[in-house]
C-alpha cells in the first residue's frame, strides 16, 4: 500500500514550457486535490476533484488545469511555465463521507522555473 | 471575510518545557476545525478534528481544544521528535475543501 505517490520530485522548467505533475492514489478515494504551498503563504488549493471525470476549481487555479480519468490518478498540468509558479506542489485524497476532512498527502514535487 | 490566524509563528522550546499553539478563527458556517502535522520535505499528516466549542482530544503529548473563536494546540513535556510545522485548517459547510493556516513552526530542543 503506497498510499499517495507523485511523480516526478523535482524538476526545473524554462519560462513558457509546459508539464504533467502525476498524483496518484491506491486508497480507493473519491477525493482529490492539488495543492501548492510557498514560504509565508501556507498551504493553497488549486483543484481538487470529488469523483472520477470531476474537477473544480480551488483558491488559485490560473495557469493551471487538471484531469481526473481514471478515479486513482490525478493530473496537474501547466501549459505555459511562470516563475510566478516556483513552489512546492502537494497532491492529497481522502475517503467521501464523514471522514473527508482526513486527507493524505503525497510527499510532494519541488518545481523551480526560470 | 472568513480567516484563519496562527500564532506565533515560529515557537523555540526546550525539551519538557510545554506551551501552546493558537488558531484564531472568523469562519462563519464552520464545519470542524482540523490540526495537522508537516515534518520538513514531507506532506502534511493528519492529527485531530474538532467540531463543537468545548471538544477537546489527545494524542500523546499533544492535545488539541476549541471554544467559539479559537483552538489550542497544547504540547505537554514535548520531545525533540515533536519538532514540526503543525498547521490548524477550517472546513466550510456544503464544501469538501479545507483552508489552512500559515503554520507555526515549533523547534524542540534537547
Known amino acids: 500500500n503506497a498510499g499517495v505517490t507523485q511523480t516526478p520530485k523535482f524538476r526545473v522548467l524554462k519560462t513558457g514550457q509546459s508539464m504533467t505533475l502525476l498524483c496518484a492514489q491506491d486508497?480507493?478515494?473519491?477525493?482529490m486535490y492539488w495543492y501548492r504551498q510557498d514560504p509565508g503563504m501556507g498551504l493553497r488549493l488549486i483543484h481538487y476533484?470529488?469523483?472520477?471525470?470531476?474537477?473544480a476549481k480551488g483558491e488559485v487555479p490560473d495557469g493551471y488545469n487538471v484531469s481526473r480519468l481514471k478515479k486513482q490518478n490525478f493530473l496537474l498540468g501547466l501549459e505555459s511555465a511562470a516563475p510566478s509558479q516556483t513552489s512546492v506542489y502537494f497532491c492529497?485524497?481522502?475517503?467521501?463521507?464523514?471522514?473527508?476532512?482526513?486527507?493524505?498527502f503525497g510527499p510532494g514535487t519541488r518545481l523551480t522555473v526560470t | 471575510e472568513d480567516q484563519v490566524t496562527q500564532s506565533p509563528e515560529a515557537l523555540r522550546l526546550q525539551e519538557g518545557e510545554s506551551s501552546s499553539l493558537n488558531c484564531s478563527y472568523t469562519?462563519?458556517?464552520?464545519?470542524?476545525l482540523f490540526w495537522y502535522r508537516q515534518d520538513p520535505g514531507k506532506g502534511p499528516e493528519f492529527l485531530f478534528t474538532?467540531?463543537?466549542a468545548g471538544e477537546e482530544k489527545e494524542k500523546e503529548r499533544l492535545k488539541a481544544t476549541l471554544t467559539k473563536k479559537e483552538s489550542f494546540l497544547h504540547i505537554t513535556a514535548p520531545k525533540p521528535e515533536d519538532s514540526a510545522t503543525y498547521l490548524c485548517?477550517?472546513?466550510?459547510?456544503?464544501?469538501?475543501?479545507?483552508?489552512f493556516g500559515k503554520g507555526t513552526k515549533l523547534t524542540v530542543n534537547p
Open positions: 492529497a485524497s481522502s475517503y467521501i463521507g464523514t471522514s473527508w476532512y482526513e486527507q493524505y
Open positions: 486508497m480507493n478515494h473519491e477525493y
Open positions: 476533484s470529488v469523483g472520477e471525470g470531476t474537477t
Open positions: 469562519v462563519s458556517g464552520l464545519r470542524g
Open positions: 474538532l467540531y463543537s
Open positions: 485548517a477550517w472546513g466550510k459547510g456544503g464544501s469538501e475543501k479545507l483552508v
